[in-house]
């Protein structure tokens, strides 16, 4: 039997699926919180929720959707170069770049790209597969567990054409966005950029919450 995988689903989603498993609603507020709010990567972590239903989950679902393979450390400034591999063993590369009082991390959206622009390695790949939900918010995750300053920007412009994923894309910034998940403060920027001028203007009016976000640190 295929696990469920939780992470990548809203508050209220994980309220839904705690209900239908014969839990209540306030689990969900617990899974969400320890997933996102706090990053962790094993059910065992969820200190506060009890040893069936733990138990449960390990039996069921998982919470972790990426594996760190390699960091590698550019010459010329302070950018880490961060490879992942997937559950299915594809590979998605994510940046975390600091200057100064800022720092931006640059997040997948896609396994590969349709687009195939000259002047970009990830078209020649071709397009794999859409990255789900789960697997965008754990970048960003994974860098806020891994470096010490505080996030203060999020594009959406490492592998893959994020207007193509637009729905797992929305989701994400809605965990970015949400009080009781991810977000912490107010100070952070949220961009997609994708090839369609026309796209990115229509993302703007959809999810204001894309454009201006809030500033993102662990709390642990």
């Known amino acids: 039997m295929d ?14 699926w705690c209900l239908k498993v014969g839990q209540s609603r306030y689990r969900g507020q617990q899974l969400f919180e320890w997933m996102y709010r706090h990053g962790i990567s094993s059910i065992e972590d969820m200190s506060n929720v009890n040893k069936s239903f733990r138990e449960y989950l390990e039996n069921n679902c998982i919470i972790q959707t990426l594996e760190m393979k390699n960091k590698s450390f550019s010459n010329i400034d302070t950018s880490t ?6 559950t299915d063993d594809q590979f998605i590369e994510t940046i975390s770049m600091i200057d100064k009082n800022r720092h931006t991390v640059c997040i997948s959206s896609q396994v590969g790209c349709a687009l195939d622009c000259g002047f970009c390695e990830t078209g020649r790949m071709g397009l ?10 754990d970048q960003l995750i994974f860098v806020r567990h891994h470096e010490k300053q505080p996030i203060t920007n999020v594009v959406f412009m490492g ?8 729905d797992n894309v929305i989701s994400a910034a809605d965990i ?11 100070h952070t920027d949220h961009h997609i950029y994708g090839g369609d001028p026309a796209q990115d203007t229509a993302v703007y009016f959809r999810k204001t919450a894309v454009q201006t976000s ?5 709390s642990r």
């Open 128 to 137: 794999k597969r859409n990255l789900n939900t789960g697997e965008i918010v």
């Open 159 to 166: 592998m893959g054409e994020p207007m193509h994923n637009y």
């Open 214 to 218: 809030h500033f993102i640190k662990c």
């Open 3 to 16: 696990k469920i995988c939780l992470k990548g689903m809203s508050f209220n989603a994980l309220q839904s």
């Open 176 to 186: 970015f966005h949400s009080p009781p998940g991810i977000q912490s403060g107010s």
């Open 81 to 86: 170069k961060i490879l992942f591999s997937t």
